[in-house]
């Protein structure tokens, strides 16, 4: 087992590996980032607002999500786009941010395109991009004054996500405090494998505040070994929620809209998240093991017109088709990161043949497109 790049400062570029020229993953990579933020009405997802704001549309649900801010602010730091990350913050801070009730310091997680919340309820995926791209910003910037000050914002927020509730006091942390796993939201006790992401939690111990730090070296770990738990030893998949042991979570249907205990929309960026800790820290062998295993059940188990279908985590074809395809080919060819196999090659060069998706539902396959691209051409980096 090798070294991460986090040690090496070395990025592997897996398309130069498969013979795509400099110039050309330059020119796709700058025409994504200009299709999603200044393509016409129909492809992009960025809207700037006034003179010094902005926001990311969720174009399947017309709204503004913790999420796709937060997304946002990513491709935006990876990128070096000062102006359009401090815009996405700014109408993230100034909507979207709780200044009171038992979510206070949080943010709402889903608001309307006008400002106008959607909802008081928090969901952590957002908070830990956030925090994540705030950091990357200081690193690669650095800090301004007020909501600028980047890296104070980032410690905030994550003393927040980790201390909430202490003392008798409202709400209730977005880590559970015990076994060190992020809550799928702040209210239960389940989680979901999509928003592990140990690779952050690295950095955040080393970069938080001082007294936080063996908390997220903690949780880095604890989402290692999790993972292994909540992805399939024989498919590599894994359900959208899981409870705490990894197993499908099965209840509350009527709560959350229907079943999530299979492979489905959430759970596809598993894969992209544990490509990208092993590319960064090296931390696990069984990343590259979990890697072949779903591009083997991708590539060889299914059959070709099952490969953008619905799944039980066990690899059981379910009626119906993926809600995002595009998010699949992306997420596989990700997982070719760490990977050197004829599936590797086979999924990278399908993806790299794949363009952007179109229509009302572009915004998640798109926003997933665009993270592997950049993981792929050694262009997701720490700052």
Not at 175 to 197: E, M, Q
Not at 350 to 355: A, H
């Amino acid at each position: 087992m090798g070294e991460g790049a986090f040690k090496t400062g070395i990025y592997r570029n897996a398309f130069a590996d498969a013979g795509y020229s400099a110039v050309e993953i330059q020119k796709r990579k700058d025409e994504i980032f200009q299709t999603l933020f200044y393509g016409s009405e129909k492809e992009r997802l960025y809207h700037p607002v006034g003179d010094d704001m902005g926001y990311m549309e969720d174009t399947g649900n017309h709204d503004a999500r913790t999420e796709g801010m937060s997304y946002g602010m990513m491709m935006c730091v990876q990128m070096d786009k000062k102006e359009e990350f401090d815009r996405l913050w700014k109408w993230a801070r100034t909507y979207m941010y709780l200044t009171e009730g038992e979510n206070e310091g949080y943010f709402a997680w889903s608001c309307q395109l006008d400002g106008t919340k959607n909802s008081y309820g928090a969901a952590p995926d957002g908070e830990e991009f956030f925090a994540m791209a705030l950091f990357f910003a200081a690193h690669r910037w650095g800090n301004g004054s007020g909501i600028f000050d980047y890296e104070k914002e980032a410690k905030e927020l994550l003393h927040t996500c980790i201390h909430k509730g202490e003392n008798n006091t409202p709400g209730r942390a977005m880590w559970d405090a015990d076994n060190k796993l992020i809550r799928f939201i702040t209210d239960v006790d389940f989680s979901d494998p999509s928003y592990h992401l140990p690779h952050f939690y690295e950095l955040f111990g080393r970069w938080a505040y001082e007294e936080d730090r063996p908390f997220f070296l903690e949780a880095a770990k604890a989402s290692r070994e999790y993972l292994k738990t909540a992805c399939h030893p024989v498919t590599g998949l894994c359900a959208e929620y899981a409870y705490y042991d990894g197993s499908p979570y099965t209840e509350g249907r009527e709560i959350w809209g229907g079943r999530h205990d299979w492979y489905y929309s959430d759970a596809y960026r598993t894969i992209g998240n544990i490509a990208l800790d092993y590319a960064w820290f090296a931390a696990d062998g069984w990343a590259v093991l979990e890697a072949d295993r779903l591009q083997r059940f991708f590539c060889e188990t299914l059959k070709e017109t099952e490969r953008e279908g619905i799944y039980t985590v066990d690899g059981r074809v379910l009626e119906g088709k993926a809600l995002h395809p595009v998010a699949i080919i992306a997420v596989n060819a990700q997982a070719s990161l760490i990977t050197e196999s004829a599936n590797a090659k086979a999924c990278l060069k399908k993806f790299w043949e794949t363009p952007l998706r179109s229509g009302d539902r572009r915004y998640y396959d798109n926003c997933l497109y665009f993270f592997a691209f950049l993981a792929l051409s050694g262009s997701y980096r720490i700052y």
